[in-house]
C-alpha cells in the first residue's frame, strides 16, 4: 500500500511539472519591417532579404511559461556572414541579455537588425536564437541575398 501510494504520489507530481511545462514559443510574424512609433510593423513576409542599406528584417514571437508576470531575462544569439569592420575588425554576430515582459502569462519578443553600413551587405544566413539559458526557444533564420 505504502508503495502504491508513493507511486501516486510521484506520478501526481510529475504530471504536475509537466502541466507547468518548459518555457515555450512560436514564431508569429517575420520579414521586411519597419518602425512605427516605437512598434514593429511588417511590410513584407519573407525569409529572403534583399542586401540593401536601411532595410530593416526580424521578426516576432510569442513566449508562454516563462513564470509569473512581471519582467524576465532572456538571451539573443545572432549569427551572421563574417562582416569586416572599417577598422579592420570582423564580427560573426552578438549574444545579449535582453529582458522581455510577460503579461497574462504570454511575453511577445521582437528582434530586428537593420543594414546601416555597406560594410554590412554581405550575402549569407542570419540566425537569430531567443533561450531562457538553458534552452532554444526560438531559432528564426534569414537568406541575405543580392539583388532584390
Known amino acids: 500500500m505504502r508503495r502504491a501510494l ?8 510529475s504530471a504536475m511539472a509537466f502541466a ?7 514564431v508569429v510574424e517575420y520579414g521586411i519591417v519597419r518602425s512605427v512609433d516605437g512598434k514593429f510593423v511588417f511590410d513584407r513576409k519573407t525569409k529572403r532579404i534583399p542586401l540593401r ?3 530593416r528584417f526580424g521578426f516576432c ?23 569586416v569592420q572599417p577598422n579592420g575588425v570582423e564580427t560573426n554576430g552578438w549574444n545579449v541579455p535582453r529582458m522581455v515582459t510577460v503579461e497574462n502569462g504570454v511575453a ?6 537593420r543594414f546601416e553600413h555597406d560594410w554590412e551587405l554581405v550575402p549569407g544566413k542570419w540566425r537569430f536564437v531567443v533561450g531562457d539559458g ?4 526560438v531559432i528564426q ?5 543580392r539583388g532584390k
Request: charged letters at 25%.
Open 141 to 145: 533564420e534569414f537568406d541575405a541575398v
Open 6 to 13: 508513493t507511486f501516486v504520489m510521484s506520478s501526481m507530481m
Open 134 to 137: 538553458e534552452r532554444d526557444l
Open 61 to 83: 514571437a510569442e513566449i508562454v511559461g516563462l513564470g509569473a508576470d512581471g519582467k524576465h531575462t532572456l538571451a539573443e544569439v545572432v549569427r551572421h556572414p563574417v562582416l
Open 20 to 26: 507547468q511545462g518548459a518555457p515555450s514559443a512560436k
Open 53 to 55: 542599406r536601411d532595410l
Open 108 to 113: 511577445r519578443w521582437c528582434a530586428s537588425h
